[in-house]
Antibody
Framework: EVQLVESGGGLVQPGGSLRLSCAAS????????MHWVRQAPGKGLVWVSH????????NYVDSVRGRFAISRDDAKNTLFLQMNSLTAEDTAVYYC??????????WGQGTLVTVSS | DIVMTQSPDSLAVSLGERATINCKSS????????????VAWYQQKPGQPPKLLIY???TRESGVPDRFSGSGSGTDFTLTISSLQAEDVAVYYC?????????FGQGTKLEIK
């Protein structure tokens, strides 16, 4: 059974950093496209970033490019999102999702990031 | 970036009636090599992650009831619920995954009339 479990969220001050983790089970990250999607409180879904199975395709939404970095530890089967220079606009639930040419069929439950002083 | 625009923003439909949600992409989301549309539809209920309903514009995900269907071509796509059930109350999103950044529509809130 495919499972994705996010962790690492919490309260951080503006300008601070957090690293989110997404532990995968039931499949191998090294064979999958993986994504981060976020959702601000009461708002819609925003795609944040993805990484392909070969790690040679990485993309970001403009609003996080240069501040966020997606990465993967295949040995631990874990996806990461390093988030730096955080602002209030980054406050959201962050979901990791497994995707491919059939959309995003698998999602974690999400981890809440709150940026506030 | 490709903009996905959904309509309406909210919709109230009677139980057993048809619900239709539209999504328009600002540019093509299909590959010329296979003519498949990289459009997906998701259902999200409060406190839950989104659930994939439809991919490639019209392919129903395994386990999704057949009252849900997707259609469309060019830049216009539609999610149809043929006979609304109480458990279908949710927010629905379209998404294009043809080119990065992948983008979602703004969401359509579906309620019971």
């Amino acid at each position: 059974e495919v499972q994705l479990v996010e962790s690492g969220g919490g309260l951080v001050q503006p300008g601070g950093s957090l690293r989110l983790s997404c532990a995968a089970s039931g499949f191998s990250l090294s064979h999958s496209w993986m994504h981060w999607v976020r959702q601000a409180p009461g708002k819609g879904l925003v795609w944040v970033s993805h990484i392909n199975s070969d790690r040679n395709i990485i993309n970001y939404v403009d609003s996080v490019r240069g501040r966020f970095a997606i990465s993967r530890d295949d040995a631990k089967n874990t996806l990461f999102l390093q988030m730096n220079s955080l602002t209030a606009e980054d406050t959201a639930v962050y979901y990791c999702a497994r995707g491919g040419d059939s959309g995003l069929p698998y999602w974690g439950q999400g981890t809440l990031v709150t940026v506030s002083s | 970036d490709i903009v996905m625009t959904q309509s309406p923003d909210s919709l109230a439909v009677s139980l057993g009636e048809r619900a239709t949600i539209n999504c328009k992409s600002s540019q093509s989301v299909s590959s010329s090599s296979d003519n498949k549309y990289s459009v997906a539809w998701y259902q999200q209920k409060p406190g839950q992650p989104p659930k994939l309903l439809i991919y490639r514009a019209s392919t129903r995900e395994s386990g999704v009831p057949d009252r849900f269907s997707g259609s469309g071509s060019g830049t216009d796509f539609t999610l149809t619920i043929s006979s609304l059930q109480a458990e279908d109350v949710a927010v629905y999103y379209c998404q294009q995954y043809y080119t990065a950044p992948d983008t979602f529509g703004q969401g359509t809130k579906l309620e019971i009339k």
